[in-house]
C-alpha cells in the first residue's frame, strides 16, 4: 500500500483503501480500479491523496532513515515561519506537519 497524490494517479490503479471527501461521504470504494474520470471527480472533490494496492512506498524508506536529530533540525528551520499561526489549529498542525517532511526529504536528497 502506498499514498499516492492525485497528480500521479494513472488509470488501471487499484485503491487499497475507501475514499471519502471532506464530510465522510465515500467516494469510491476500496478496491476500485481507477479510470480517468474517477480520477478527475477525486481532484474536484479535493481529495489530495489515496492508498493504492501493489505499490511499495519509497517515501516509506526514506522515512525510516530520519534521524531524530534531523527532524528537530528541519522543525528549528521552520517554526519561525509559524510564529504567527494558531498552532493548535487541526490545519496549521498539518501543514507544519507536511513542510516538515518536505524539508527533511530535502536535507536527505542533498546528502
Known amino acids: 500500500m502506498a ?17 471519502c471527501d471532506r464530510t465522510g461521504r465515500v467516494l469510491l470504494k476500496c478496491g476500485c480500479e481507477l479510470t480517468e474520470w474517477h480520477i478527475g471527480k477525486l ?3 479535493g481529495v489530495v491523496e489515496v ?5 511499495e512506498s ?4 526514506t522515512d525510516k532513515n530520519i534521524t531524530p536529530e534531523m527532524m528537530q533540525q528541519c522543525i528549528d528551520v521552520l517554526d519561525p515561519a509559524f510564529t504567527l499561526v494558531d498552532k493548535d489549529w487541526d490545519v496549521m498542525k498539518e501543514l507544519h506537519r507536511l513542510a516538515v517532511l518536505k524539508v527533511v526529504r530535502k536535507k536527505m536528497e542533498e546528502e
Request: aromatic share 0%.
Open 43 to 45: 481532484a474536484s472533490s
Open 51 to 55: 492508498d493504492i494496492a501493489g505499490i
Open 3 to 19: 499514498l499516492i497524490t492525485i497528480d500521479k494517479l494513472i488509470a488501471g490503479m487499484v485503491l487499497d483503501t475507501e475514499v
Open 58 to 61: 519509497s517515501s516509506d524508506q
